[in-house]
């Protein structure tokens, strides 16, 4: 039955009448809203289209909501509409803004953001409606056509023509059907994670943490529980209102069937939680109190770009001639064990150079978000939110200008597009130095 809506959706968006825009914006998550933000301010007629229901993507469907790092070694190093929409959030869902002078070492994500996903969705529907943003939800694009100026965009609403698109899908899907290069590591990608919240339904007091802890890893051994759906030990402490710690192997959403799988796979591994709990004693009232929509997705698809950022040149914090935004996180592979990070060394501060968002094969297309050109280790650190909106401000600028010059983006200047982020409030890389 999908199969034969998507072909029909092709077949409509072949023959009729389509909505005109300079740029189209795929993914209304981390990237996408910043990236239609800087395009439509920049003067493009811009449309986001989104596939689910609602905007935010990672941090409001997967409840990812403490994005980072804004700032590194006590100075601010991402800024622009990303991070005021970041800022604003966090204050008007009742948290305070961490005290970036203050180093905390290694204790880096605590200098991440508190706030609450749906704030932050409310205040980024306002900024994309006041700056002329169209914004479409429910609105998977599942086909791409070349034209004569740029491209036709098929999916569950009205077909859409725009000159350039900026692909914020998290998976390069949009850049593929576009003749993109991408790749993956089939055999290892890092495991997703499943939020969800679980109410004890007893005084905790009551709880012994030891026992808990002893017959998790009984449950273990039987089966019936897997190691990665806790953890933390003791368990204990997720039932302190807590989001539960777990890993989800295999998650993907690349697809909508794939990530239906994935969030299939969070369910199954919150029950199995849920049902342990529930077998110990004091805990017979154990309830599910709140979840995510989605299951959270580390790590899928790449482009393959102009540029490729290596962990080597992120760990040397490498000043690419071609920088458009700075980034900051530890490298930060998760796997089925857990995740140990490797800390950048004092003072460092790498670049995401434009060519990462630039990929080979296509032409008139920008990827903006995880999927950046970038090898797995960097890329376990350039996925980080502040550093996906970066890309996506700097995306949009070189996707708007692109279209009001009626060039390709690889003929824009990096200067220009530096020049237009500053305009918009984005801190980028100075030549040299800091
Ligand atoms: C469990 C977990 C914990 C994390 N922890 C942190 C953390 O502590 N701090 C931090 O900063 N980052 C963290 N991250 C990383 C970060 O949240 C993500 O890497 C980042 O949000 C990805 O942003 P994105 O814009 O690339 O993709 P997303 O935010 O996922 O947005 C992609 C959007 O595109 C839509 N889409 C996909 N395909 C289509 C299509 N064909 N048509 C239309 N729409 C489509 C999707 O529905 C989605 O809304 C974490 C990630 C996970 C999964």
């Known amino acids: 039955m999908k199969r034969i809506t998507t072909v029909l959706c092709l077949l ?91 180093p905390y070492g290694t204790s880096h994500w605590k200098h991440q953001i508190r706030l609450k996903g749906r704030v932050y969705a409310a205040l980024a529907q306002i900024a994309l409606r006041q700056a002329g943003v169209e914004i479409r939800t429910n609105n998977e694009v599942v086909g791409v056509f070349r ?104 998650a993907d959403n690349s697809t909508i069937p794939l990530a239906e799988k994935a969030n299939q796979l969070g369910i199954e591994s919150m029950n199995r939680m849920l049902a342990f709990f529930r077998a110990q004693p004091g805990l017979e009232k154990a309830r599910v109190v709140w979840k995510a929509k989605e299951t959270g997705v580390r790590e899928t698809y790449r482009i393959i770009g102009d540029e490729t950022v290596t962990e080597l040149d992120y760990f040397a914090g490498l000043r690419y001639p071609g920088a458009v935004a700075y980034s900051f996180y530890p490298i930060d592979i998760h796997t089925d064990a857990g995740v140990v990070p490797r800390q950048l060394l004092p003072g460092v501060v790498p670049t995401v150079p434009f060519g990462c968002m630039l990929p080979k094969g296509t032409e008139n297309v920008l990827v903006a978000g995880r999927a950046v050109s970038s090898d797995r280790a960097a890329n376990s650190a350039l996925r980080v939110q502040a550093t996906c909106m970066a890309e996506g401000q700097a995306a949009g600028v070189a996707a708007a200008l692109a279209a009001r010059r009626s060039m390709t983006p690889r003929e824009i200047s990096v200067e220009d597009i530096c020049e237009v982020l500053r305009s918009l409030g984005a801190i980028v890389p100075s030549k040299t130095g800091r």
């Open 147 to 250: 034209t004569e100026f740029g491209w036709r965009l098929a999916g569950g609403g009205r077909t859409v023509e725009a000159k350039q698109i900026v692909d914020c899908t998290g998976n390069a899907s949009v850049a593929a059907l576009c003749g993109a290069l991408r790749e993956r590591d089939e055999d290892n990608c890092q495991p997703g994670s499943f939020a969800y919240v679980i109410d004890p339904g007893c005084d905790l007091k009551a709880l012994d943490p030891e026992k808990l802890n002893a017959a998790l890893d009984v449950a273990i051994a039987e089966g019936k529980v897997l190691a990665t759906d806790c953890l933390g030990r003791p368990p204990y402490l997720y039932l302190d209102k807590r989001k539960m710690s777990n890993h989800i192997p295999g």
């Open 12 to 102: 409509v968006a072949v023959v009729v009448r389509a909505d005109d825009f300079d740029v189209a914006v795929v993914g209304a998550g981390t990237a996408g809203i910043p990236a239609a933000l800087a395009a439509a301010r920049t003067g493009a007629r811009t449309v986001l289209l989104e596939r689910s229901d609602s905007i935010g993507g990672t941090m409001t469907r997967a409840s990812v909501e403490w994005p980072g790092l804004f700032h590194a070694w006590g100075r601010q190093i991402i800024a622009g509409p990303g991070w005021d929409l970041v800022s604003n959030a966090c204050i008007r869902s009742g948290f305070k803004l961490p005290n970036f002078k203050r």
